[in-house]
């Protein structure tokens, strides 16, 4: 996966692994108003999916895969409580 | 498709009875006004199982029975008699008939979808 | 164990779809909890992977476990995940690599009905057509049915109970087989917003989704397969030979087909597999013992060594008449037992009653005649034996009336015997015990009022059980056995049906009462220190008002007792509740014994004619111009010392107010309503009936303002007005 990160949004592109969870998780925890832009991406790895579940970052973009769009997404925003 | 004949003279009673079971799948009901109409319809066709009311105008309840357990052709369809008492020499006489098993009115729904359903052999 | 509590999160929708696709039949639904090792992560694996492409997914929920510590770098690293999927598959295998996970990844089989439960909170609800509702329901006419409750559904507020209930009614019925007993339970849940799900489910296709190696048996069916096994055995008869019976091969055969059905029903193949070789067996040694044994093997295996002695099936050889076949039927003594009692259709009684009440109504049309024979035709001596038939005619019909009220009676022990089960159901979600003691469930009262009882008293067990018997723990600390006790008792006092609740819990808290009526606004802070304590409990009447602050795990607010007091006032009964601290709280319903004929006074005005109950007329004047007095924006009359406000009676209703004549005065009909006085100006005074009044219903159910209607002796229908409305609106 690469993350791309601006100051304030990350763009997530690929699976991932844990070495992006962990630096998601870090650069979300800098600043939680960062927004996380999956705009575009593919399967998420499972450790991507704890860190947005757990830290809950507000999310956009529509993504490519559509067991992510259709299933994965919605999931996490419910949990979120709609973010 | 399994077919079940409802017999009893008050159309009340039949019609309730074919609300209960027609919820039951492939089953086809028919009805009979009293005992005489019963045994000439399972003559005419196979029936997989007969509801019996005992107190029926010129023919009753025991005396169909008695006549389907006499005949070869008829004599293995399951019946279920239909009582309003459950005294003791009532349902004597009815096994004595030749009832599979009894029910007394007013039917629970619930109990006799499921004595039906197993008598077809059906786990329902 | 199925989590049942993770189903609730499914929105309803949803859940309704799933509901009707699986009654379509065909494929069963899955429900997978998946639970990843923590170190799945961290050993390179990617779980999420082993669902996302599981084919039939029909709902997927996320959710993290808490309890790890959670520092930046070994977060991510500890897998926390838990995925909550429902999956609509033949198989509940799924995956070779969902099934290597063990226990980590549980499936459990999803029924249709355990889809189906409403959700949301109740609101305070009145629905006159709810009769014709259960009529239709009863009736099974699924389309009209469906339009009444569409038609409401959209009346009602989206995300209340009510509206999921009508929802889900809605989706069963257009479901392929729409299961009754669903929809009768959904109806039953609608005004006491308890859901009580059937017992069975019953659906064919349901069973298409047991594996042939585990025939998922309740212990129910077995149990009235044990029922069928042993008439078999009294159908068989005698253990002995069974001698000159000419019945006996045929009652063989008809046993050996029930059992070999009733085997197969039951999954017990082995044994249904053995029968043609008892029935052989049994013919050739002429005794039906190979059978019998084959049958009581069954009995044993499900259920222990069956005492047959006890079963009503039990017929011992010497008794069982085989040898003597009776002679051809003589009905003469059946006829005779059956003339004891006689059966009747309600629907029979029900026309029976309209029609004495078309005779009651119709019988008020002679004093008409009389006075039109004394006015129109001069004739006194005719007017007067007219109204001498009359007083006979009447008191015939009374009588007759009377008679076919009692016709309709029946125990409420129709309405009684359903509560031991709610009572244990109730009370066992909340950890509590309680003790149910019915008494007196042998009282009668009309099968209208016996019908209506239901849902109010479900209400008063859920506040006794939810809010009113202690925990157990709680009651031993106050002294009292751990043990709770409602008790509920009928009788009959005069022409009417007591009806009381008592429970020994810690009764109504009265200061809360006091507090929630300020906060709601209901009452002044002074108001309430005038009254007694008993006055303040009166307050949980007020609309609106719930004791209840804490969501209860029983239905997340406590239904109101306004609710209650409307749907016992709706019957024609009162309600009265008391409370001692500590010791519990009683309520008692008084109800009509039968349901009554009532009589109601005709008023003109704005050019028709309108009804009132004549129990609220307190007289009828007429005033000249000069004392009908402006009183601030309205208008009042001063009677015997007292002010009463007056208001024309046409604007009330929206209809066009008549012209009055300059020095004509105003005719005033004084009513009294809930201990209030209030003057209505109308254009005249008719005569006072006799009528049966029947509730507004269908397209007119939603006026509140409107008893009902009435049919007068002429044929005409009036509309009889509510007091308590009018007083309302004012």
Not at chain 3, 201 to 222: V, W, Y
Not at chain 3, 267 to 284: D, N, Q, R, T
Not at chain 3, 545 to 551: A, D, I, K, R
Request: net charge negative; aromatic share 4%; charged share 25%.
């Amino acid at each position: 996966m690469s993350l791309t990160r601006g100051s304030d949004e990350a763009l997530i592109a690929g699976d991932g692994d844990l070495d992006d969870a962990r630096a998601l998780d870090a650069w979300l925890r800098e600043d939680p108003s960062r927004v996380v832009n999956l705009e575009g991406c593919g399967h998420l790895h499972s450790a991507v999916v704890q860190v947005l579940l757990v830290l809950g970052p507000r999310l956009r973009g529509r993504p490519a895969d559509p067991f992510v769009n259709q299933w994965l997404l919605p999931a996490l925003r419910r949990h979120c409580g709609g973010l | 498709m399994r077919r079940i004949l409802l017999v009893d003279d008050s159309h009340t009673v039949r019609m309730y009875g074919r609300s209960i079971l027609t919820s039951l799948p492939e089953v086809q009901i028919e009805e009979a006004q009293n005992g005489i109409e019963a045994l000439e319809k399972t003559i005419a066709q196979k029936f997989d199982l007969l509801l019996v009311d005992v107190n029926m105008p010129k023919m009753d309840g025991y005396t169909l029975l008695r006549e389907l357990r006499s005949r070869p052709a008829l004599w293995s369809i399951p019946a279920i008699m239909v009582t309003t008492e459950d005294k003791e020499e009532d349902l004597r006489r009815a096994y004595a008939a030749g009832a599979s098993f009894h029910l007394s009115k007013p039917f629970d729904p619930e109990f006799l979808r499921r004595s039906v359903a197993l008598l077809l052999g059906e786990g329902a | 164990m199925r989590d049942t509590a993770w189903l609730r999160e499914v929105p309803e929708k949803n859940r309704r779809e799933l509901y009707t696709e699986l009654v379509e039949g065909g494929t069963p639904a899955w429900q997978l909890c998946y639970t990843p090792a923590a170190d799945a992560v961290a050993r390179g694996q990617d779980p999420l992977r082993l669902v996302r492409d599981l084919p039939g997914m029909r709902w997927f929920a996320l959710d993290a476990r808490s309890g790890v510590p959670d520092s930046p770098d070994s977060g991510p690293s500890v897998c926390r995940l838990i995925v909550n999927v429902i999956v609509v598959a033949s198989d509940p295998t799924m995956s070779e690599a969902l099934a290597s996970e063990g226990d980590r990844a549980v499936v459990t089989h999803l029924a249709p009905y355990d889809l189906c439960f409403p959700t949301g909170e109740p609101q305070p609800q009145d629905w006159p057509a709810e009769v014709e509702v259960r009529d239709l329901l009863k009736r099974k006419q699924g389309l009209a049915l469906w339009r009444v409750l569409a038609a409401k559904s959209k009346e009602t507020a989206e995300s209340s109970w009510q509206a999921s209930v009508l929802r889900w009614m809605c989706c069963v019925l257009e479901s392929v087989r729409p299961d009754q007993e669903l929809l009768e339970a959904l109806f039953a849940s609608f005004s006491t917003a308890y859901f009580q799900a059937p017992v069975a489910a019953p659906a064919a296709t349901d069973r298409s989704t047991l594996s042939p190696k585990e025939p998922s048996q309740t212990s129910e069916l077995r149990g009235h397969a044990a029922l069928l096994v042993q008439a078999q055995l009294a159908l068989l008869g005698p253990v002995g030979p069974v001698g000159a019976d000419a019945l006996w091969p045929g009652r063989l055969h008809a046993a050996a087909t029930a059992l070999e059905r009733v085997f197969r029903a039951v999954g017990a193949a082995e044994l249904a597999a053995k029968i043609s070789e008892a029935v052989a067996a049994a013919l050739e040694a002429g005794a039906a013992t190979p059978l019998r044994t084959l049958a009581e093997e069954a009995l044993r295996s499900w259920q222990g060594v069956p005492d047959l002695a006890t079963s009503k099936f039990a017929i011992s050889a010497s008794e069982h008449p085989a040898a003597a076949v009776p002679a051809p039927a003589r009905n003469e003594d059946v006829e005779r037992q059956a003339l004891r009692m006689l059966k009747v259709e309600p629907g029979r009684i029900d026309s029976l009653l309209g029609l004495v009440g078309e005779l009651a109504v119709a019988k008020n049309s002679l004093p008409f005649l009389a006075r039109r024979a004394e006015l129109d035709f001069g004739s006194r001596q005719l007017a007067r034996e007219i109204k001498e038939r009359y007083a006979v005619i009447n008191r015939i019909t009374e009588e007759l009336q009377s008679a076919v009220m009692h016709v309709r009676m029946m125990p409420l022990a129709h309405v009684f015997r359903r509560f031991p089960r709610l009572v244990r159901d109730l009370s066992a979600k909340l950890g509590k015990l309680i003790r149910l003691e019915i008494v007196g469930e042998d009282t009668e009262a009309d099968k209208g009022i016996v019908e209506e009882l239901f849902d109010p008293l479900v209400h008063l067990f859920r506040n006794s059980i939810d809010h009113g018997v202690e925990m157990p723990d709680e009651r031993e600390a106050a002294g009292k056995a751990r043990e709770g006790l409602i008790r509920l008792s009928a009788q009959h006092a005069d022409d009417r049906v007591i009806i009381e609740m008592r429970d020994d819990g810690h009764g109504i808290d009265v200061e809360r009462v006091r507090q929630k009526a300020i906060e709601k606004g209901l009452a002044s802070a002074d108001d309430l220190r005038q009254r007694s304590d008993d006055d303040i409990i009166q307050l949980i009447f007020a609309p609106g008002f719930s004791t209840v602050e804490n969501v209860s795990e029983l239905s997340g607010r406590g239904v109101g007792m306004d609710v209650v007091r409307t749907m016992v006032t709706r019957a024609g009964g009162t309600i009265t509740v008391t409370s001692k601290p500590q010791e519990g709280t009683t309520t008692r319903i008084t109800l009509p014994v039968t349901m009554a004929v009532s009589r109601v006074m005709i008023v003109e005005a704005g050019g028709t004619e309108v009804g009132l109950p004549f129990v609220n007329v307190r007289e009828t004047v007429h005033v000249q111009p000069g004392d009908l007095k402006h009183v601030g924006q309205g208008r009042a009359i001063v009677l015997r010392g007292r002010l009463i406000p007056v208001w024309p009676l046409a604007e009330l209703l929206a209809l066009p107010q008549t012209e009055t004549v300059a020095g004509e005065g105003t005719s005033v009909l004084v009513l009294r309503v809930d201990g209030h006085d209030l003057g209505l100006a109308v254009d005249g005074f008719q005569e006072t009936v006799d009528v049966i009044t029947k509730p507004l219903a269908g397209v007119l159910g939603h006026l509140e303002l409107f008893i009902g209607t009435a049919m007068l002796g002429d044929g005409r229908v009036l509309l009889v007005l509510d007091p308590k409305e009018i007083v309302r609106c004012l």
